[in-house]
């Protein structure tokens, strides 16, 4: 089942802080995030796994509720560089897979 | 190269052609992924290999869509009969783990069905 992002969208002036959220309605073993430039392949930025192990970013960290089964990336003092589609994507719960499925993206726009 | 390559970049076919999409993961990597990208839209699943299991055929949209992937390295996406909503960029990546860890993505193959 394909997670839910929320914003769409958002455009950020640099030194801004952004949060993007990913839910879902099943309950999950871990949760990935990845952005995409314009023109290019996604990038992983992180993985959180179910018993709160986290992997990190410079200046950009994210949060893993299991019980929510939401999870929050955090960008803090943005750059031009942050700019392009965040992905989460999801890996269930005993799916007795491991099929990741990503959400259908928020596009940040960092401005001068 | 040490990442996933994919072939060819670009596809300009005609509708009710076959094509074929190479797969070249990363040396070493025991899972692939295939995903498809429409202009816009999010990272949908196709298909997904791991070792020598059975595949997860789960999310190819139709008989038309098959994969393989032969001696667990090189894999190939085949679309027979395209259609015009087949146009896409389709996404390979790959990973070093059983558990779903790191994905690594190759540049995508980019189709246009006329």
């Known amino acids: 089942q394909q997670p839910v992002q929320s914003p769409q969208a958002v455009i950020l002036r640099e030194g801004e802080d952004a949060v993007i959220n990913c839910s879902s309605s099943k309950a999950l073993y871990s949760v990935h995030w990845y952005r995409q430039k314009h023109g290019e392949a996604p990038v992983f930025l992180m993985i959180l796994l179910k018993g709160g192990e986290q992997k990190g970013h410079e200046k950009i960290s994210a949060s893993f509720n299991e019980k929510k089964q939401q999870s929050s990336l955090y960008l803090t003092a943005s750059q031009l560089s942050y700019s392009g589609t965040y992905f989460c994507g999801t890996e269930e719960s005993g799916a007795g897979s491991y099929q990741l499925t990503f959400g259908k993206g928020t596009k940040l726009s960092v401005i001068p | 190269g040490a990442g996933v390559s994919q072939s060819p970049s670009n596809k300009v076919t005609e509708k009710g052609k076959d094509v074929e999409l190479r797969c070249d993961p990363i040396?070493?990597?025991?899972?692939l992924y295939w995903y498809r990208q429409s202009l816009g839209q999010g990272l949908e699943f196709l298909i997904y290999?791991?070792?020598?299991?059975?595949?997860?055929k789960s999310g190819l949209p139709s008989d038309r869509f098959s994969a393989e992937r032969t001696g667990g390295s090189v894999s190939t996406l085949t679309i027979q009969r395209t259609q015009q909503e087949d146009s896409a960029v389709y996404l390979c990546a790959s990973s070093r783990t059983m558990n779903t860890g790191e994905l690594f993505f190759g540049e995508g193959s980019r189709l246009t069905v006329l």
């Open positions: 040396s070493g990597h025991t899972a």
């Open positions: 290999f791991q070792g020598n299991s059975a595949p997860d």
